[in-house]
């Protein structure tokens, strides 16, 4: 039995030698179940450890995300790994130096506490002894369950925690060396295509396999129901076969129920499962209320749009299936594959490898699948998948279509006296693993089209955490916890009609429902006649938020009530991201003449305790860009014949020309819990853009992206 | 197929592959230079960025044929005697990159500015580099490199 109250990565993974292992040649091996996604976190853990072992960084040989070798850490997500993953692993690394320091002063007729360490050597009284953690019986001390007995190193003792070391992972990537899932080459490797319409959705009618099979190089053509895929020598060739066999199989109609002109009336006409997040009563304030406003914000369909298709390699010897993939939850992949395969779990093994960015649920999953179903046709060889682009624009499951609707009213005095927010979306989850108990279904599209299929697993939407406020999808961030709104309701519309296939993109709800409240924020400033920074701080009780926000706007050089003189504007958001993660405030400087761009990005952030400061400012400063990026360019395009964006021409997304200057500033708390800093920007830079295009134009646009065509509309 | 001999970072290789093959295989999976990266086949992301004689091309939207008695450089071939480029050296001190999957066509793509324009502006640096997409954002960091590296390479 494992001590209650420890993190939950602990409590499912409670052995010790799971987490830290002394290695002969004087290293240490330290796992963790949170994966490299381009956040930084292994380093981040590697820090951790570092710090709770007291051995240099270098000694530490990191393994992360493997079914084989590592904890069960579930998902990679959620701006939580620091916070959940972080406690666990370095609950673990206390014990473990306990256990050792122990043992080490039993064997010196010492003290535990007249020891000390200096990487992995003990000192007695500041003096080396001969004993270091390598000399002790490490393997049978650590193979031990986590008590949580051990106290962590106090804070104000930190030497690696808090230092802005570099990312263990960059050497290699700005030298060019292998680094990449998509760089593995193992003996008698192969290159595997599959072969989707770039539509989605449709189904397979017709397809004969023999031309394709005759083609330069092909060693199998897998047609098992409407799935195909085919495998060749050469990846020219892969590429070459996927090419013709996708002009000469013939695929049914597709007919969503919807476009994207038409998604946002579409979603509101649905029926839906309605959830009311919370209803706040104060009879007190409703009483007050003057003039009630409303407004209706909406959010198209985003791609996740990694710059690296997903990419899968797999191999099949004897009934045991090995997969290398860049997944961000290699163990619920694992029993999603295991599933699919009806074979039970430990036949499969998967190893995470680094891929492209990752910023939620995309195809690195599904692709997995692919490359299993192709390594069975060609038993003992490795198999090489990687999805071509308008694979991963067609069928990667996208952040889903919102429409936001907020209502307040305004006391004589300008204040705030009731608040409510009404959401509707799609559910936003359908990761594998997460349908639970449901019968045999899975979650990866190859899975769905095989001759005898398994079934999709449901779209749902992550509940809320245990305060009611936090975590949620569709209602992420609904509710407003930053400001005093005592009389405030939120209620989650969740349609389960599907025009396409969605699932947890960056911020998930929270961007669009930060890009909600805070636009109207600055509509009600404006109605009340505040300056918006000051009418947020009114209403502002939390004072971390409140930290951020004086910041943010001392920073850039906040000025009240000056008037714009039509070329550029100037706007601020604010909020703490999940309603209990990391706090952001940005203010974003526009220019309007004669294209919409940001001139400039002021951010204050306050994660708490903070691991690595330029870990942390690296998140967020491209979370600015990604979202800026989202605001002003980003919707997918479909017609209800599932055409749809293909390529960057059709999705353009921010270059270079287009990125301002960016300057974050770091509120240090290292008293407090870590936070993550993942997620917390896209919604308050959305809702600062278009309030800064509202400042230097006077018009509200209210349906994201913020585009030249809809600005000119609003002009009418 | 007939082999052709390529002259990549110095060295002549044979290569048995179809003349009308993308560059970017041969190199990642013939000659096992694996810091071009796929993107997205189209020239449309940078992600494969090399050189052919000095200048920046994208080597997924090059067929082998084009590259024959040219010089190509790829980003295992910047180092000089072990040492890294200037602006290797500079995208780590300004740890320039998230997931680093666009980090080695950026690499190439600025080390080729800098061959034309040793001390480019910011916007210089902008519109020489708009064609190569980062995903994540790195784009603040990859300019403050690209500036780093103009510096350290200043006469």
């Known amino acids: 039995m494992s001590a209650p109250g420890l993190p939950s990565g602990l409590k499912a993974n409670p052995r010790i030698s799971g987490w830290v292992r002394f290695n002969e040649d004087r290293t240490v091996t330290i796992a963790t179940g949170k994966v490299e996604i381009g956040q930084g976190i292994v380093t981040a853990m590697a820090q951790i450890a570092a710090e709770e072992l007291d051995v240099d960084l270098a000694r530490l040989r990191m393994v992360s995300g493997d079914t084989a070798a590592g904890p069960d850490e579930g998902i990679t997500s959620g701006s939580r ?26 064997r010196l007729g010492c003290a535990p506490s007249d020891l000390c360490v200096a990487d992995g050597v003990f000192l007695r009284d500041g003096i080396p002894t001969p004993l270091s953690y390598w000399d002790l019986p490490h393997a049978a001390l650590l193979n031990a369950e986590v008590r949580g007995t051990a106290a962590p190193k106090p804070v104000a003792q930190h030497q690696v925690v808090g230092q802005a070391v570099q990312r263990l992972d960059l050497s290699d990537k700005v030298m060019g060396r292998p680094r990449f899932l998509q760089d593995i080459e193992l003996p008698g490797m192969l ?68 476009d994207d002109g038409d998604v946002c ?171 639970g108990n449901a019968g045999r279904v899975s979650s990866l599209i190859a899975a769905w089209h095989l001759a005898d299929p398994v079934a999709r697993s ?203 200057e960016i300057e974050v500033h770091l509120i240090s708390r290292p008293e407090e819990e870590p936070l993550g800093s993942g997620e917390m920007t896209m919604g308050p830079t959305a809702a600062a853009i278009a309030n800064a295009l509202s400042h230097a134009l006077g018009v509200r646009i209210r349906d994201l992206p913020l585009t030249r065509e809809r600005i000119l509309a609003a002009f009418g | 197929m007939d082999d052709v001999t390529l002259l990549v970072n110095g060295a002549e290789h044979k290569v048995a592959a179809a003349p009308d093959t993308p560059l970017l295989y041969v190199l990642r999976n013939d000659l096992k230079l694996k810091g071009a990266k796929f993107g997205c086949g189209l020239g449309l992301c940078g992600a494969c960025t090399v050189m052919i004689d000095g200048r920046k091309a994208l080597s997924c939207d090059t067929p082998l044929w084009a590259a024959v008695g040219k010089q190509v450089t790829t980003i295992e071939g910047l180092a000089e005697d072990g040492v890294p480029h200037a602006v290797q050296d500079a995208f780590l001190a300004e740890q320039a990159a998230q997931c680093g999957y666009c980090t080695g066509g950026m690499v190439v793509a600025a080390a080729a500015l800098l061959r034309e324009n040793p001390q480019p502006s910011r916007e210089e640096i902008c519109t020489a580099m708009a064609r190569n997409l980062c995903r994540c954002g790195a784009h603040p960091r990859i300019i403050r490199a690209i500036e780093r590296a103009a510096d350290a390479l200043r006469p």
């Open chain 1, 81 to 106: 790994s620091v916070s959940e993953g972080g406690a666990a692993l370095k609950l673990a690394c206390a014990e473990a130096r306990h256990l050792l320091q122990e043992a080490a002063a039993a």
């Open chain 1, 191 to 258: 290159f595997g295509r599959v072969v989707r319409p770039p539509t989605g959705e449709a189904r397979l009618l017709a397809f004969d396999p023999e031309p394709i099979q005759a083609m330069p190089g092909v060693v199998a053509v897998v047609v098992d129901g409407a799935f195909i895929g085919v495998i060749a020598e050469r990846e020219e060739q892969a590429v070459a076969a996927r090419a013709k066999a996708l002009k000469s199989a013939q695929w049914d109609h597709v007919a969503l129920p919807t």
């Open chain 1, 265 to 435: 009336d579409w979603l509101l006409a649905q029926p839906s499962v309605d959830k009311v997040v919370v209803d706040w009563r104060d009879e007190d304030a409703a009483a007050r209320g003057e003039r009630e406003f409303q407004a209706r914000y909406t959010k198209p369909y985003i791609v996740h749009g990694a710059i690296g298709p997903s990419c899968a390699l797999a191999r099949t010897v004897d009934g045991l299936y090995e997969v290398w993939s860049h997944s961000q939850s290699v163990f619920p992949l694992r029993r999603d594959l295991a599933t699919v395969l009806q074979v039970p779990h430990d036949h499969v093994v998967v190893h995470h490898a680094e891929g492209s960015g990752c910023y939620g649920h995309n195809g690195a999953d599904d692709v997995a699948l692919d490359a299993v179903l192709l390594s069975r046709a060609v038993a003992g060889r490795p198999v090489q998948v990687q999805w071509m682009r308008e694979d991963e624009f067609a069928w990667e499951p996208y952040g889903p279509a919102m429409v936001v609707d907020v209502r307040a009213e305004l006391d004589a005095e300008g204040a705030i006296v009731s608040w409510q927010l009404d959401g509707w979306s799609n559910g936003h989850l359908s990761r594998p693993g997460v349908a």
């Open chain 1, 458 to 660: 449901p779209q749902v939407d992550p509940p809320m955490g245990p305060h009611g406020v936090e975590h949620g999808g569709l209602s992420r961030n609904a509710v407003s916890t930053i400001y005093d709104f005592r009389n405030q309701k939120v209620v989650g519309h969740r349609v389960d009609e599907l025009p396409l296939r969605a699932s947890s993109l960056r911020a998930i709800g929270a961007y669009a429902n930060v890009f909600a409240i805070e636009s109207f924020m600055d509509e009600l400033a404006l109605e009340a006649g505040v300056d918006p920074l000051d009418f947020r701080l009114r209403h502002m009780k939390d004072p971390r938020a409140r930290a951020v926000l004086q910041l943010a706007a001392e920073r850039a050089g906040w000025e009240r009530g000056v008037e714009s003189d039509g070329t550029r504007g100037r706007g601020l958001a604010c909020a703490q991201y999940s309603n209990h993660l990391g706090y952001f405030a940005i203010v974003i400087d526009l220019d309007v003449d004669p294209d919409v761009r940001v001139a400039r990005a002021v951010a204050a952030v306050d994660v708490g305790l903070v691991v690595n400061p330029d870990g942390v400012l690296n998140q967020a400063e491209g979370g600015i860009v990604q979202a800026i990026s989202w605001t002003l360019k980003e919707q997918l395009r479909f017609g209800r014949d599932g055409e749809r964006s293909t390529n960057w021409e059709d999705y353009p997304i921010l270059d270079f020309t287009e990125v301002p």
